[in-house]
């Protein structure tokens, strides 16, 4: 918190000179003890993000267009597209910075309910050369709630580390270059088919929603440039996937179902090549 109060100190040093205008005072020690002594800050947000297009360069183009980030469901754009038609809304962020300097964010609702909702919409992924493109999927639309989302800053570790919880209640997608149709898609907790089984629905977090913690740190990496790489690690994800439809050549090949999808001790290193 040292940096914090030296920050708190330069404000009050800057704001001198107009003290005397304005009636302020130059916060003492303890008042500057008081200001670095709270409980956090609390953020409400309600958005809708809409991106015309994220693009990845290297030598060719990979090009993600028309995204649509909200809440609700997805619609018709009008223009041939797809786009989400509500807002990404009733989110309540605490930020907070404890005594041993960890950043701690938890994301949860103002009215205290859980879970938050939320759609995304993309129209296209492709692949671009110089020549050449290929349109690798289309239509991407994505309906599902978060349960839950608290991410650590570990001052001890210098490691970022995400606690999420959430489901996928319905994604359609083309894959386009495979001729392959995905309808009624979704991701939901390990025991969700147990449970429907059991009682015609999802009964608890268990049923409802995947989980998974993700730690995230530098680490080493001996075929990086620097011996340096980005580390992601999952210590356990597990999930129940369903897919209503598949379309193959035009006719529905039938149900896929994944009961009890477990990744687990799973290790990632991500580096850049020449």
Do not use: C, W
Not at 27 to 43: F, K, R, S
Not at 196 to 207: L, R
Not at 249 to 261: R, V, Y
Not at 268 to 274: A, L
């Amino acid at each position: 918190m040292k940096g914090l109060k030296k920050l708190v100190l330069a404000t009050a040093v800057a704001a001198a000179p107009f003290a005397a205008h304005a009636e302020l005072k130059a916060l003492d020690d303890g008042a500057m003890g008081n200001v670095t002594g709270q409980a956090g800050v609390t953020i409400e947000l309600e958005t809708k993000v809409d991106i015309g297009e994220v693009r990845y360069q290297d030598e060719g183009t990979f090009a993600m267009t028309g995204v649509s980030i909200g809440g609700g469901s997805i619609v018709d754009d009008g223009n041939g597209g797809i786009t989400t038609d509500g807002l990404l809304d009733d989110l309540k962020i605490d930020i907070d910075v404890e005594a041993d300097g960890d950043a701690v964010i938890h994301v949860g609702n103002v009215n205290g309910q859980v879970p938050i909702d939320f759609a995304v919409a993309v129209n296209e992924v492709s692949l671009r050369g110089d020549t050449d493109s290929t349109l690798l999927a289309s239509n991407i639309g994505i309906v599902g709630n978060l349960g839950k989302l608290d991410i650590t800053v570990d001052t001890a570790t210098d490691s970022l580390i995400t606690d999420v919880a959430f489901n996928i209640t319905n994604m359609d997608m083309d894959v386009d270059f495979l001729g392959v149709n995905v309808r009624g898609m979704q991701v939901m907790g390990g025991q969700f088919f147990e449970q429907v089984e059991a009682s015609g629905q999802p009964t608890d977090a268990a049923g409802m929603f995947a989980a998974a913690t993700l730690t995230i740190a530098k680490t080493t990496a001996a075929g990086s440039t620097s011996g340096e790489a980005l580390g992601i690690n999952v210590s356990d994800f597990t999930t129940d996937i369903n897919v209503a439809e598949t379309n193959i050549g035009g006719a529905n090949i039938g149900t896929i179902q994944l009961d009890n999808l477990t990744i687990s001790n799973t290790s990632m290193k991500v580096y850049g090549h020449n």
